[in-house]
């Protein structure tokens, strides 16, 4: 722990690489488990209590969501790389810059988000040829969804600022009390108060106000965190650093999301069945990543406070235990969904036995594609965040577009030949066109790094 720092900072120069990544990501994964349960409980209460239409409804809103929030998190990721480096530097006064640019920029690019979301989301919907019979529950979700994108991206902002600083911890408190949040207003808003799909999503917003607010309060404790009006001052340069390095993010983010959209205007196609099982499937995706986005984080902050220090050599073995890790809870993860896979994605969906089980196969099928090629998925977010701690959002950008060429070439080709059952490659193809990039990119920039 770095003197003076307090116990909100970790300083990852120094000790075990594998114990400092394994003990840096332990509560983010715990963390992750729990946004996920929130974001799976909204599914089931959705699912359970309104049943097929309306889980179909939430899952057509998804990705025209993701759109969004995947850029205000594309930014918020790209802006805190300079604060681990300068962490690691122990230039504390270009960090606290550092931060003060971020928070400006993302007031700003929130509410700019916010306004161009609100303005597009009944033209999304319509452009993904969105079933009539669930349009208007899509566009409720979808709408309180944009409503929430400031408090979206002040959690994202804030737990940025202390995973760079090596903090895992506060953030995994924040998303405990947003999931126990989000569980018992999802109940109270749906179930008690019959407000149907806009009632998950306001419980979602709030939910994340909260996690953004405990966040807040401990930063404050943080005394090589104390920021000045001299702090807040407009600083260009340091402002044109940010946006290098978040814009790539963002970009990536938003490049994927567009391969989502052309994924979902595909499902339509299909109805409704078709699109509630593989919404059910989709709220599982994100505790088959969990690990991955946990070590992925980790290794970001890692990466980039030996980068600030100088120690080549320990990034090296930080990337390399990594993946060892990564590739071993992928594989255990797989062995779990294929055993009980079935069952769990029965568990969201309510509806007559014979359109259940019609979704329940649509569901499984999905999941078990994916369960079998997970391990591509962990290599990626390895690679991926390595190069963000060097410095290197471009090569990740450059990734998310062949996640999009990979994504809608499959999706727009396989359905023809093999009909529904070739839309469940789309995604498994995007991680392997997108890791091959990455693992290539980390391996030349470590070579020229060691070698100059």
């Not at 332990?26 to 309306?54: E, K």
């Not at 930063?219 to 390095?245: C, V, W």
């Not at 902050?301 to 220090?309: E, P, V």
Request: proline share 2%; net charge neutral.
């Amino acid at each position: 722990m770095r003197t003076g720092s307090g116990s909100q900072t970790r300083d990852m120069t120094v000790g075990s690489p594998v114990k400092l990544i394994v003990v840096f990501a332990l509560p983010l994964m715990v963390g992750n488990v729990f946004q996920q349960l929130y974001t799976i409980v909204d599914a089931m209460v959705v699912g359970n209590a309104l049943g097929v239409d309306a889980l179909a409804a939430v899952g057509a809103a998804d990705w025209p969501g993701w759109v969004v929030l995947g850029i205000v998190t594309g930014f918020t990721q790209g802006f805190s790389i300079p604060v681990s480096q300068y962490f690691g530097k122990e230039d504390y006064k270009s960090m606290r810059k550092a931060v003060c640019m971020m928070i400006e920029s993302s007031i700003v690019l929130g509410v700019l988000l916010t306004v161009i979301g609100l303005l597009v989301a009944a033209p999304a919907l319509r452009a993904l040829n969105t079933p009539a019979e669930i349009f208007d529950d899509a566009l409720i979700y979808l709408v309180i969804t944009y409503i929430g994108i400031l408090a979206v991206t002040a959690y994202n902002v804030l737990a940025s600022i202390l995973r760079a600083l090596g903090n895992g911890r506060t953030p995994l408190i924040a998303m405990i009390i947003a999931s126990v949040t989000n569980i018992v207003l999802d109940v109270v808003f749906v179930f008690f108060f019959g407000w149907g799909v806009g009632g998950a999503a306001f419980a979602t917003v709030l939910a994340q106000m909260l996690s953004a607010i405990f966040c807040y309060f401990n930063i404050r404790k943080i005394e090589i965190l104390h920021l000045t009006k001299e702090d807040f001052a407009l600083d260009k340069e340091m402002l044109g650093r940010l946006f290098a390095l978040g814009t790539p993010t963002a970009f990536q983010n938003a490049v994927i999301g567009f391969g989502g959209v052309v994924v979902q205007n595909v499902i339509n196609s299909f109805g409704m069945v078709f699109i509630a099982g593989f919404t059910a499937t989709n709220k599982l995706y994100g505790l088959l990543e969990l690990a991955a986005t946990s070590f992925g984080f980790s290794l970001v902050t890692y990466t980039g406070q030996n980068l600030g220090a100088g120690k080549y050599e320990r990034i090296r073995s930080g990337v390399k235990w990594g993946l060892v890790l990564g590739i071993g809870v992928a594989a255990v993860i797989s062995v779990c969904m294929l055993l009980f896979g079935e069952g769990i994605v029965g568990m969201f969906i309510s509806d007559s036995p014979e359109l259940k089980t019609q979704a329940v196969a649509v569901a499984f099928q999905y999941l078990k594609i994916m369960s079998y090629w997970l391990f591509i998925l962990y290599m990626l977010y390895v690679y991926r965040s390595a190069l963000y701690g060097l410095g290197d959002t471009v090569v990740p950008m450059i990734s998310g577009i062949v996640e999009l060429i990979m994504r809608v070439g499959i999706i727009l080709i396989l359905p023809r030949i093999m009909g529904q059952d070739g839309v469940y490659y789309a995604e498994v193809a995007a991680w392997a066109g997108a890791a091959l990039i990455l693992a290539i990119a980390y391996y030349v920039r470590m070579h020229r790094l060691t070698a100059g």
